[in-house]
């Protein structure tokens, strides 16, 4: 081969290299800052279900309920027109879990209906076991796992 071809070849698999590490350094640094936020509610204990009586108030599926882990089982996030879950303080349900992303998924209200969708999280956001692809429609009774948590909408 000649030799300026060889040399060719060299810049471009060091520029591509260099373009890795950027790439690597820019997710752990996505990773390590806090997400700039509003402070959301802070969780409440589960209280005792009660006979609905709603007037013109929201459709059904207004809270998510912790079913796992068992540390924090029962604790009750109301749902307002959009919450985030995530590791970062200013998520609105904060989860302290090496497999939750600083930004991991939002549960959100379209056209009436409560939606949960995946922010690109590292290792997913399951409804009922299956796996996110892009936003899903939530009903009563649905479980949402985010790394080892299991939330369930309006339990």
């Known amino acids: 081969m000649p030799e300026p071809l060889l040399t060719l070849l060299k810049l471009c698999a060091l520029a591509l290299l260099y373009l890795f590490f950027i790439r690597v350094l820019r997710a752990v ?5 806090p997400v700039r936020a509003a402070a959301g509610p802070v969780p409440t204990k589960a ?7 709603r007037r013109g108030g929201r459709p059904p599926g207004d809270a998510l309920v912790v079913v796992e882990p068992r540390d924090r089982h029962g604790q009750t996030y109301p749902l ?3 919450l985030t879950v995530g590791r970062a303080a200013g998520c609105t349900v904060t989860l ?3 497999y939750v992303s600083q930004l991991h998924a939002r549960v959100f209200r379209r056209d009436g209906a409560l ?3 995946d922010l690109g999280s590292t290792n997913g956001t399951y409804v009922n076991g299956q796996k996110l692809t892009g936003a899903a429609p939530l009903k009563r009774g649905d479980q949402v796992r985010i790394g080892s948590t ?4 309006d339990a």
């Not at 640094?29 to 800052?33: G, M």
Request: no cysteine; hydrophobic share 35%; net charge negative.
């Open 29 to 33: 640094w996505a990773e390590v800052t």
């Open 47 to 53: 209280r005792p279900a009660r006979p609905s009586r």
């Open 115 to 117: 939606h949960v969708e």
């Open 80 to 82: 307002a027109d959009e």
């Open 96 to 98: 302290d879990d090496t």
């Open 150 to 153: 299991v939330l369930e909408v």
